[in-house]
């Protein structure tokens, strides 16, 4: 681990012209909220957290905070959560792009300026995990991305539903005059029922499959539900991850590479995912001055075949990814431990 001096609490010490000082008057406002002195002097994770009435993709997050501190309590650190602006696709005005930047400098600067030696990132809907990767590479301190996990779908007669491919498209029936005002009443009730992300390969998921590919998630954890208990166990092995990441540095700008941005441009293109991820994608890695041409994008494509049948592209939701990528090969318990002991 690094030096104690620069550690924890006495990472990053505001300036009154002594540092001991400094640090005394820090553990003594810590203090005022209940923690031991033996809980001070250990090494701090930062979880940047964003839950928001006005995000319903979120609305799981204070669950999912309590296993990420387990994990990090369990490795011996001391986590400390923060808030940063979240991004509810739907809610914002004129459009949750406009915000996207603002939620990356937000990010970005409470990690520059507040003592923590490693940070979870909590995010989920469209716009906040780009926000958050493009923050957390600017401020180059080992970080790592925890997604919220797509939604369960719903049913509609004999029809599955999931926000928001099925969205468009019973809408369209409705203007044409194929489903009436009650019918689509019924379906606006059951179009999102759960926590988490929309349930297709959209911006939000493709974004979190990103994330994994990139290497700035843990392996396998892109695509477990919201209300998963995998999901859970999924943060607890965030919060331990961020604690090794600690004892053995490991900066964004060591992960985010050339060759991890291409591994990516690759997974995108296997999924049939968001056009929007080139936007975002483009935003991370310029953030550590890697360029992306589309000229790049044009030549992956034509060696890339698309893999997977997934909403918008194809006809399954995101659970059907899940159970096809974790249960056929493994318990979905077993196969989180060997991937987050790695």
Same mark, same amino acid.
């Given at each position: 681990m690094?030096?104690?001096?620069?550690?924890?609490?006495?990472?990053?010490?505001?300036?009154?012209?002594?540092?001991?000082?400094?640090?005394?008057?820090?553990?003594?406002f810590?203090s005022?909220?209940?923690?031991?002195?033996?809980a001070?002097?250990?090494?701090?994770?930062?979880?940047?957290?964003?839950?928001?009435?006005?995000?319903n993709?979120?609305r799981h997050f204070?669950?999912?905070?309590?296993?990420?501190?387990?994990g990090v309590?369990a490795?011996?650190?001391?986590p400390?959560?923060?808030p940063t602006i979240?991004?509810g696709e739907?809610?914002?005005?004129?459009?949750?792009l406009?915000?996207?930047n603002?939620m990356?400098?937000?990010?970005?600067?409470?990690?520059r300026?507040q003592?923590m030696d490693?940070?979870?990132?909590?995010?989920?809907?469209?716009?906040?995990?780009?926000a958050?990767?493009?923050?957390?590479?600017? +401020?180059d301190?080992?970080?790592?991305?925890l !997604?919220a *996990?797509p939604?369960? %779908?719903?049913?509609h007669?004999d @029809?599955r539903? $999931?926000?928001?491919?099925?969205?468009?498209?019973?809408?369209?029936k409705y203007r044409a005059?194929?489903?009436d005002?009650?019918?689509?009443?019924a379906?606006e009730?059951?179009? +999102?029922?759960t926590?988490?992300t929309?349930a !297709?390969m *959209?911006?939000?998921s %493709?974004?979190?499959?990103?994330? @994994?590919?990139l $290497?700035?998630?843990l392996?396998g954890?892109a695509?477990?539900?919201?209300?998963?208990a995998d999901?859970?166990r999924?943060?607890?092995?965030t919060?331990?991850?961020?604690v090794?990441?600690?004892?053995?540095?490991?900066?964004?700008?060591q992960?985010i590479t050339?060759?991890?941005?291409?591994?990516?441009l690759?997974?995108?293109?296997?999924?049939?995912g968001?056009?929007n991820?080139?936007?975002?994608?483009?935003?991370?890695?310029?953030?550590?001055?890697?360029?992306?041409?589309?000229t790049?994008?044009n030549?992956?494509?034509?060696?890339?075949p698309v893999?997977?049948?997934?909403?918008?592209?194809g006809?399954?939701y995101m659970?059907?990814?899940?159970a096809?990528?974790i249960?056929?090969?493994s318990s979905?318990p077993?196969?989180?431990?060997r991937c987050?002991?790695?």
């Amino acid at each position: 681990m690094s030096d104690d001096r620069e550690q924890g609490l006495a990472r990053g010490l505001t300036n009154y012209g002594d540092r001991d000082f400094s640090l005394y008057l820090r553990r003594s406002f810590a203090s005022s909220m209940g923690y031991s002195r033996e809980a001070l002097s250990k090494p701090i994770v930062g979880v940047a957290y964003t839950p928001s009435g006005f995000n319903n993709c979120h609305r799981h997050f204070p669950e999912l905070l309590d296993a990420v501190k387990r994990g990090v309590l369990a490795a011996g650190a001391l986590p400390l959560e923060f808030p940063t602006i979240s991004l509810g696709e739907v809610f914002l005005n004129p459009t949750s792009l406009k915000f996207r930047n603002l939620m990356s400098m937000d990010s970005e600067e409470m990690i520059r300026a507040q003592p923590m030696d490693a940070v979870v990132l909590m995010g989920g809907c469209d716009k906040t995990v780009p926000a958050q990767l493009m923050g957390a590479a600017s +401020a180059d301190l080992p970080a790592i991305q925890l !997604v919220a *996990g797509p939604m369960m %779908t719903s049913r509609h007669g004999d @029809e599955r539903l $999931g926000a928001c491919t099925d969205c468009r498209r019973f809408w369209g029936k409705y203007r044409a005059g194929d489903i009436d005002s009650h019918e689509i009443g019924a379906i606006e009730g059951r179009l +999102a029922t759960t926590a988490g992300t929309c349930a !297709v390969m *959209g911006t939000a998921s %493709t974004m979190a499959c990103i994330a @994994e590919a990139l $290497g700035m998630s843990l392996p396998g954890t892109a695509a477990i539900p919201a209300v998963h208990a995998d999901r859970l166990r999924a943060a607890e092995a965030t919060g331990e991850a961020a604690v090794r990441l600690i004892a053995n540095p490991i900066q964004p700008s060591q992960v985010i590479t050339r060759n991890s941005v291409e591994n990516a441009l690759r997974v995108l293109l296997a999924l049939g995912g968001s056009t929007n991820a080139i936007i975002h994608l483009t935003a991370i890695a310029g953030r550590l001055g890697i360029d992306i041409p589309l000229t790049w994008l044009n030549e992956l494509s034509d060696t890339t075949p698309v893999l997977v049948n997934l909403k918008p592209v194809g006809q399954h939701y995101m659970e059907d990814f899940f159970a096809s990528t974790i249960w056929k090969t493994s318990s979905p318990p077993a196969a989180l431990a060997r991937c987050c002991a790695n």
